[in-house]
């Protein structure tokens, strides 16, 4: 790792006139379950790191009238232990419990959940975010096996990291950055972006903003399920997080979101349409799964995904109705 | 901080280890106390080395570090506890597994300047000196290694499980020590270790 200077501020506001417009520069470390290993890589070369956990602001898990609020330094295993949070947002804990380990699950958050580099191993080699070598894509004639298979024509091929993202798209979440500036709140499928060159990064976010928390409407059934090579310390090979507004057993809107499957959290609104008006059955379930990946082009080595994609949707619909 | 002052002597170390030393409640209370106090106004520190305390297994340590070195080096390489292995350095193997504030940790992933003011618990600190953890006890008993490299992270895993699940059925140990790799595949041992473990352990609460 190279070398640099640290910072811990106990105020939001001095963490902030730390920050630097530019990019990577000063890097905020929260986890650094991600942040260390690529400082490790030599993949970021911050000159100054600030550490956020130690601002009380950043914290904290509380209802409103609106739904929850999210500190954006609360950990994956802090959503897990919520009980507001199990009770009334299950996809967002299954979604945290999907997350690696215990011990990454003590050390991650929420805000660097949102923020993580993709898991892209040209990305990870060096090749940039876009995975190019002499203005030649390397994914679609290469080791593809994990990429996407949706919104996957180029540039980007990489699959959105982000554990908590398809759901908080799914429950139509805000995010909240703030800079020295002031704040600004982004929707959840906003905040996810495809990069069209090396210059944009996955995350509607600047360098000097930092996440500060998120606001989660209630309100809905919701679930997510995530299909996974292995049962722990495993990235996921497709997630889907559903959230059901209903009217007895009738489906009034839903919002189906695709996690690992394409550049951002995808949104399946084909399959929304199809539940539009219905109750869940598996007949309903397995028709939404497949018209949600109607329009998959997968590369050369992951067709396999298409119909995780699917299970993954189904098995998710059929567990936000139950009990 | 400020670089003229001598490593050991400057305020913020002093305050901090005048903190771990004065009062044997520990973490919560030091880092109340540090933010009350208006020496908390943003300061960078580093990229020199700094002098740092840390409290391990109870006891404050004093060292000086670069802010890129991780808890892991830090312990291994400067204070002598070389129980938790460096083997992935990454945060994926569990070899480095350590518990800090309660929980377990990949101590590869942590900055040791940014383990200031916790509680850092290692494999060293399980038991008192001769004597075996009922988890350590139960991994022998149940010949839950081979080569034993992993084994310190695989019995801080343990214990942080069983903290938090006394009672653990043989599906949520699996699940439990997810986040440890062994090499020598050496599993079906260990989860018979940590159910053995928990059984010796019911009823009276180990520290």
Redesign the interface.
Known sequence: MENFAYASPATLQEALGLLSTKPGEVQPLAGGTDLISMMKEHLVTPRLIVNIKQIKELGGITSGKYGVRIGSMVTFDDLMENALLRKSLPSLVEAARGVASPQIRNMGTVGGDLCQRPRCWYFRQGYGVLAMDNNKALVPDGENRYHAILNNNGPAFFVSPSSLGPALVALGATVRVVSASGSRDIAADKFFVTPLNESMREVAIQPNELVSEIHVPIGTRNATYEVRHKTALDWPLATASVALKMNGSTVTSARVVLGHVAPTPFEATAADKVLAGKGITEEVATQAAKQALMDATPLSQNAYKVQLARVAIKRALLEAVKG | MKSKNPPGTSRRGFIRGVGITSTAVGAVVL?KT??AEPF????????DAAPITLKVNGKPVNIIV???V?LLDAMRNQIGLTGAKRVC????C?AC?VM?DG????SC???A??AQGRDIQTIEGLAPAGKLHPVSAAFVSQDGQQCGYCTPGFVM?AK??LDRNPDPSYEQV???L????CRCGTYVGVRKAVLEAAKEMKGSRHA
């Not at chain 2, 908390?40 to 990229?47: H, L, R, S």
């Not at chain 2, 929980?103 to 990949?106: E, L, Q």
């Not at chain 2, 997810?178 to 790799?181: F, I, Q, R, S, Y």
């Open positions: 880092e540090a933010l908390a106004v943003a300061k960078t520190i580093g990229p670069e802010p890129r991780t350095d990454r945060g994926t569990g597994t800090i929980k377990v940790n990949y992933t942590v900055l300047i940014d895993a942080g499980f699996e699940h439990g997810g986040g440890n790799l």
